[in-house]
């Protein structure tokens, strides 16, 4: 076998055509590694031979179509079968000869990763398992194209059968898209390039590596059948095809039952398959079936949501997935639901409730004021675990937002988080209400414009001395609020007007010194953010003080403070302290004043001063600018947070800081509702770092790899070639 295959490889190599091959490959290779990297920025490689893959519909004849048919014309085939080789060995040392050539220009583009690393991170795994892919899918090619080889001596005939066959290979995915669900399996059984694809999109998988060996294996095993047909007769050649057939079908069924976290590997840029250990823990608490159905005509399934499903249905046996056509079958998601459902939307089904996941929801976009792009992410694990943990919840977590104060209405953004962990949320109007509904979870009061009444003070208030939870959110406000003030003054709360301006850098926005960057407290709420040194952003906030007049059974927490450095800008003089006989938590404000606050406590916040005293001045820092308060009471734990921004929720203000502002919600909504234990899950970017080269760079190794280095290899060859002709 050795002796065939340095007589085959050197045929190449004493001709031209392996150096034209190797030369053009590496042209072509180039010119896309130019497009999509050095000047696209992207980082990695795999595009690059994902785009090559149709040159091969070209060159694998071209390789391939000597290599028996040239034999049987020659008639040199008689030489071969009375060489002391095997039939075999001589069909598998020309595979492997033409498998060297094939290889020879892959071990240039082996550098490229490694060049592109130079300009910043690049996907190394993920680029090099391409290369793995790009091998394997070659091996089969070749096979397909010594088999067609073998069985006519015209080397013309070879190569567009050749070229016949890989075309079809080549198309194979769009036609089964075309034929229907009923079709798209045995379309697909002949797709060799299609399965490329999931090692560019971020999966090594293996079983596609074991598909592509069982088509080497069966393509040679056919054609040493094909050449070695006149010392066969009768049913022995039919009988071993068919048994060598069943093994290969039978060793690829084996591969894709095997659970995907064995066989497919993920190495996409942000792990988008990889599953958290929130998912699992839901997972494993599952004693109900949960259905998750992939709804997508035949043939128009989102591959990535496919394999995300595929990683779902192994944590649990009582998570199963199905794919559902709704042209197929309408009636399916219209005995759920009748709204429109958008193609590639997931439907989660538990025993009592469904869920329905919209495509939007799984991408989600946003838009970046200082670029101008539109950003799309992919955010599967995070709504397809919240749909799942909300279907099969005993009970569902409920909040209300107070209304008729001019309150800041949620954002799409924040509904969607709601939503995504499972929370509902209605509106809560206390006047036309007369009393905050039983199953409340909590109430959010979030910046309101105006005071509430008296009646809606005293029902909040009474909501919350029987184990309420309520989340305030204010702003800077020249308008008094005293009954508002009044209800938090009961928890030994106050608010401190006026701006707050940071003096330390490091706790600020550069440039924008009243963009807060507060230290973080140790707190149930804030414990994530303090594990990953993440930052929270709260623009334009006041101060929050503690007054000393408060009942020992009350707790109170800092969860975000400023630095000493801060100052406090004044925007209107205080008020007076409270009338005589207004005490915080019992008889209410008089009319105009608010009930009075001490100082800060040992250890507490500075800026609350004692009440009367003029506020006209400014004050210096620390201040609290997030606080959490909570009180064991008969029939529950009461439990506030008060956050001190009123747009610190915004959609451009959270993006700063990744969305840390939104789980920092989410995180307190959690602890008043006593999920503590949040299955929040971020979002995963879709697209791979940003590689910078200049001009000069990327025209650089555009020269070396697509002029230099080929022009190199046909000098090398013509070099060869003139040389063995003068020595002739």
Not at 674 to 696: C, E, F, N
Request: charged share 15%.
């Amino acid at each position: 076998m050795w002796a065939i295959y340095k007589k085959e490889t050197g045929a190449f190599f004493r001709s031209m055509t392996g150096y034209l091959y190797i030369a053009f490959l590496l042209v072509v290779s180039g010119v896309y590694f130019t497009a999509f990297n050095l000047q696209g920025g992207m980082a990695e490689f795999g595009y690059v031979l994902g785009n090559t893959t149709v040159v091969l519909l070209i060159v694998i004849p071209v390789l391939t179509m000597r290599t028996l048919g040239e034999e049987q014309r020659q008639r040199t085939d008689q030489l071969l079968f009375t060489a002391p080789v095997g039939i075999p060995g001589i069909v598998l040392g020309k595979f492997l000869a033409v498998f060297t050539v094939f290889a020879a220009p892959l071990a240039v583009l082996l550098f490229c990763p490694l060049v592109l690393s130079l300009y910043g991170p690049v996907l190394l795994g993920q680029s090099y398992g391409c290369f793995a892919a790009f091998l394997f899918m070659g091996a089969a090619c070749i096979a397909v194209g010594m088999f067609v080889s073998g069985l006519t001596d015209n080397q013309i005939l070879a190569a567009v059968g050749t070229f016949a066959v890989l075309l079809f290979s080549y198309l194979a995915h769009g036609i089964s898209g075309l034929a229907g669900a009923g079709n798209s399996g045995l379309a697909e059984a002949f797709s060799l390039f299609r399965r490329y694809y999931d090692f560019v999109d971020g999966v090594f998988d293996v079983t596609h590596l074991v598909y592509y060996l069982g088509v080497t294996a069966l393509f040679l095993y056919l054609t040493v059948q094909s050449v070695d047909r006149r010392f066969h007769k009768g049913l022995y050649g039919p009988v071993m095809c068919g048994l060598v057939l069943a093994i290969v079908v039978l060793s690829s069924l084996i591969a894709g039952k095997l659970p995907v976290q064995y066989t497919k590997l993920d190495i996409s840029s942000d792990r988008i398959y990889t599953l958290s250990p929130q998912t699992r823990q839901v997972a494993e608490g599952l004693t109900s079936r949960v259905g998750l159905y992939l709804v997508a005509p035949a043939g128009k399934e989102d591959q990535r949501l496919v394999r995300l499903l595929e990683q779902y249905q192994s944590l649990s046996g009582n998570i199963f997935t199905e794919q559902v056509d709704p042209l197929a079958d309408p009636g399916f998601v219209a005995a759920y639901t009748t709204d429109k459902v958008s193609d590639n939307s997931i439907l989660v089904v538990g025993k009592e409730r469904f869920r329905l996941v919209g495509n939007a929801r799984l991408y989600p976009s946003s838009y970046d004021y200082d670029t101008g792009r539109i950003t799309t992410v992919f955010d599967g694990e995070g709504q397809i675990t919240g749909a799942i943990h909300r279907v099969v919840s005993q009970s569902v977590s409920r909040i209300y937002l107070v209304t008729g104060h001019g309150e800041t209405g949620l954002s799409e953004e924040m509904e969607g988080a709601l939503d995504k962990e499972g929370i509902e949320y209605r509106p809560l109007n206390l006047t036309a209400a007369g009393q905050i509904p039983q199953d409340a979870g909590a109430v959010w009061v979030n910046v309101p414009v105006t005071d509430l009444t008296e009646g809606e003070a005293r029902i909040l208030a009474g909501y919350l001395e029987q184990g309420g939870r309520m989340l305030l959110v204010t702003g800077i406000s020249a308008v008094k609020l005293p009954w508002l003030d009044w209800v938090m003054e009961a928890y030994g709360l106050e608010a401190v007007q006026g701006m707050l301006v940071e003096g330390d850098g490091s706790r600020s926005i550069p440039s924008y010194p009243n963009f807060l960057l507060p230290a973080i407290r140790e707190h149930v709420i804030t414990q994530p953010f303090l594990e990953t040194d993440g930052l929270l952003l709260l623009p334009n906030a006041h101060g929050i003080a503690k007054t000393g007049d408060v009942r020992s059974s009350v707790v109170r927490e800092d969860l975000l403070v400023t630095s000493e450095r801060a100052v406090l800008r004044r925007t209107t003089p205080g008020a007076e302290g409270p009338e005589k006989g207004g005490t915080a938590g019992t008889e209410g404000p008089e009319s105009g004043g608010t009930a009075g606050t001490e100082g800060p406590e040992n250890g507490g916040t500075a800026g609350a001063e004692t009440a009367g005293q003029s506020r006209s001045r400014d004050s210096m820092g620390p201040f609290s600018v997030a606080v959490a308060a909570s009180e064991q009471t008969v029939s529950g734990e009461t439990r506030i947070a008060w956050f001190a921004s009123s747009s610190f929720l915004m959609e451009e203000i959270d993006g700063m800081v990744g969305g840390n502002n939104r789980d920092l919600v989410l995180n307190t909504i959690g602890w008043m509702t006593g999920q503590d234990q949040g299955i929040s899950i971020r979002p995963r970017t879709t697209s791979s770092p940003v590689l910078r080269l200049t001009a000069a760079q990327a025209a650089r190794w555009c020269i070396l790899f697509t002029a230099v280095i080929p022009v190199c290899i046909l000098g090398t060859g013509i070099a060869v070639c003139v040389g063995r002709r003068r020595r002739q």
